[in-house]
């Protein structure tokens, strides 16, 4: 069984998403400034399948890069020990090298796996991958952007 370091209690603690749009059920890996490795479990209850593709569910491609990119949030947020609450939110900031390889369905699970390339100011560069059962599903390369609220 594999261990869980962050339950989605926590993970809510570290991304400001919420329902619909929270993407990460829990973390199973960290490594500070360098990775992090978290799960989707996809499941038929999803909103967009509603609409994509009636008869012939599909979770959007789009989904998957922004359920890696919600990864590169919670590895930036706990690599700096940072959270929304504190005034720090980290926004996506471009899509680089984006493939799809693999269809995602009701019933897979998600493994998101992210990797810290480069961060030169408040830009992160981070590299993910998505993976069902050890099949490549998708993969891109992610910029971050840090901002933080002025202090009163």
Same mark, same amino acid.
């Given at each position: 069984?594999?261990? @869980?370091?962050?339950?989605?209690? #926590?993970?809510?603690?570290?991304?400001?998403?919420?329902?619909?749009?929270?993407? @990460?059920?829990?973390? @199973? #890996?960290?490594?500070?400034? #360098?990775?992090?490795?978290?799960?989707?479990?996809?499941?038929?209850?999803?909103?967009?399948?509603?609409?994509?593709?009636?008869?012939?569910?599909?979770?959007?491609? $789009?989904?998957? @890069?922004? /359920?890696?990119?919600?990864?590169?949030?919670?590895?930036?947020?706990?690599?700096? #020990?940072?959270?929304?609450?504190?005034? $720090?939110?980290?926004?996506?900031?471009?899509?680089?090298?984006?493939?799809?390889?693999?269809?995602?369905?009701?019933?897979?699970?998600?493994?998101?796996?992210?990797?810290?390339?480069? /961060?030169?100011?408040?830009?992160?560069?981070?590299?993910?991958?998505?993976?069902?059962?050890? &099949?490549?599903?998708?993969?891109? &390369?992610?910029?971050?952007?840090?901002? &933080?609220?002025?202090?009163?």
């Amino acid at each position: 069984m594999t261990k @869980i370091i962050m339950d989605v209690q #926590e993970v809510l603690k570290y991304l400001p998403h919420r329902y619909p749009f929270l993407l @990460i059920d829990r973390v @199973i #890996e960290f490594n500070s400034g #360098e990775s992090l490795v978290a799960i989707k479990n996809v499941t038929i209850n999803e909103d967009f399948f509603n609409g994509h593709f009636p008869g012939q569910p599909v979770m959007p491609g $789009v989904l998957m @890069i922004e /359920a890696l990119a919600q990864a590169g949030g919670v590895l930036a947020y706990k690599s700096t #020990e940072t959270t929304p609450a504190d005034g $720090v939110l980290y926004y996506l900031a471009g899509v680089n090298k984006a493939r799809f390889k693999r269809v995602v369905t009701p019933g897979d699970q998600l493994q998101l796996s992210v990797e810290m390339k480069k /961060a030169k100011g408040p830009i992160w560069q981070i590299s993910g991958t998505a993976t069902v059962d050890g &099949e490549l599903a998708c993969s891109a &390369e992610l910029m971050c952007y840090k901002s &933080e609220a002025e202090k009163a």
